[in-house]
C-alpha cells in the first residue's frame, strides 16, 4: 500500500489542522493505521492509531483529549483532526499502516508502509 499525507501547514498556538492520510490499493481496510510525528531534532514518536474496525483508537498522553482520529475505509482514507494545536505539536507528520497484532500499535517497527510526511508548524 502507498500513503500520501497531506494537510499540513502553519497554525497559530489554539488552533486547528486536520491531516489526510490517502491510501492506494484495495486492502486498506485490512491496515491498523497509525500517525506518528519527529519534531526538529528528536526521534519519531507515536502520536495516535486506529484499527481496521474503526472500534479501537489510542493516543500518546500528549495529545489525548486534543486530537481525534479516523478512517473512511470506503475512501481509503484516514484522517488526524488536530485541536487546541500547541507549539510543541510542531513535527512532521507520518501516517503509517500497519497488519501487526493491536498490541504494538505505538511500535514504529509495526509498520511496514510510510507514507512521505507532512509538516505542521503551530507558532506561539
Known amino acids: 500500500v502507498q500513503l500520501q499525507a497531506s494537510g499540513g501547514g502553519l497554525v497559530q498556538a489554539g488552533g486547528s489542522l486536520r491531516l489526510s492520510c490517502a491510501a492506494s490499493g484495495r486492502t486498506f481496510s485490512r491496515y491498523r493505521m497509525g500517525w506518528f510525528r519527529q519534531a526538529p531534532g528528536k526521534e519519531r514518536e507515536f502520536v495516535t492509531a486506529?484499527?481496521?474496525?474503526?472500534?479501537?483508537?489510542y493516543y500518546a498522553d500528549s495529545v489525548k483529549g486534543r486530537f481525534t482520529i479516523s478512517r473512511d475505509n470506503a475512501k481509503n482514507t484516514v484522517f488526524l483532526q488536530m485541536n487546541s494545536l500547541k507549539p510543541e505539536d510542531t513535527a512532521v507528520y507520518y501516517c503509517?499502516?500497519?497488519?501487526?497484532?493491536?498490541?504494538?500499535?505505538?511500535?514504529?517497527?509495526?509498520?511496514?508502509?510510510w507514507g512521505q510526511g507532512t509538516l505542521v508548524t503551530v507558532s506561539s
Open positions: 503509517a499502516a500497519s497488519t501487526a497484532v493491536a498490541s504494538t500499535f505505538n511500535l514504529q517497527t509495526a509498520y511496514a508502509y
Open positions: 486506529i484499527n481496521w474496525s474503526r472500534s479501537s483508537t
